[in-house]
C-alpha cells in the first residue's frame, strides 16, 4: 500500500502522553531516496536512519550488496547534505560487518576520494572506512593509498 505514510507509529497512551515507535526499519536505498527527495531533519528522521543502520550492519550479504550502489551513490558531493550524512553513516555500518571489506573492495576507487572530501564529517567517516578494511587481504589497498598520501599532503585536511 504505497499510500500509506512512510511513518507507520504505534501509539501508546500512559500518564496522558503519548509514545510513538517507529514500526520498521526501511531498506537503506530507499530510505536515502526518501531524504534525498524531502529531507525533514528531525528527530523521527534520525530514529530511522538509526534502525535503518543497525538493520544493515546485521542484514544478509545479499542485501547489503544489493543497497550498496545507492549508498556510493548518495555519497557524492552535490547530492543533500543530509543523504549524504546518512549515506557516510551506511558506509560505516557496512565496513564494521565482518564481511565489509570483502562486499567493499571493489568500490575502493569511490571510497578512496572521500577522504579529501570537503565535508569534515564524510572525511572522518572515510578514514574510519579507509582504518578498518585497509589491512584486510580482500581489499583492494591502492586507492586507500593515493588517497590517503594526497590528504596528508592537503593543509585542509
Not at 131 to 137: E, L, Q
Given at each position: 500500500m504505497k499510500s500509506l505514510p512512510?511513518?507507520?507509529?504505534v501509539f501508546?497512551?500512559?500518564l496522558g502522553g503519548a509514545i510513538w515507535l517507529p514500526a520498521q526499519s526501511?531498506?537503506?536505498d530507499r530510505f536515502l531516496d526518501a531524504v534525498a527527495?524531502?529531507?525533514v531533519g528531525d528527530q523521527a528522521e534520525r530514529d530511522q536512519a538509526m534502525m535503518t543502520s543497525m538493520a544493515l550492519s546485521s542484514a544478509s550479504a545479499s542485501e547489503a550488496e544489493r543497497v550498496l550502489p545507492a549508498v556510493m551513490s548518495h555519497l557524492r558531493p552535490g547530492t543533500e547534505e543530509q543523504a549524504r550524512g546518512y549515506a557516510a553513516e551506511f558506509?560505516?555500518?557496512?565496513?564494521?560487518?565482518?564481511?565489509g571489506a570483502a562486499l567493499l573492495s571493489g568500490n575502493s576507487a569511490q571510497i578512496a576520494p572521500l577522504l579529501l572530501d570537503t565535508n569534515s564529517g564524510?572525511?572522518?567517516v572515510a578514514l574510519a572506512v579507509t582504518?578498518?578494511?585497509?589491512?584486510?587481504?580482500e581489499t583492494n589497498q591502492q586507492p586507500y593509498?593515493?588517497?590517503l598520501q594526497a590528504a596528508l599532503q592537503n593543509p585542509q585536511t
Open positions: 512512510r511513518w507507520l507509529m501508546s497512551f500512559s526501511v531498506p537503506a527527495a524531502h529531507s558506509l560505516l555500518m557496512i565496513a564494521l560487518r565482518p564481511d564524510i572525511q572522518n582504518d578498518y578494511v585497509i589491512a584486510k587481504p593509498l593515493a588517497a
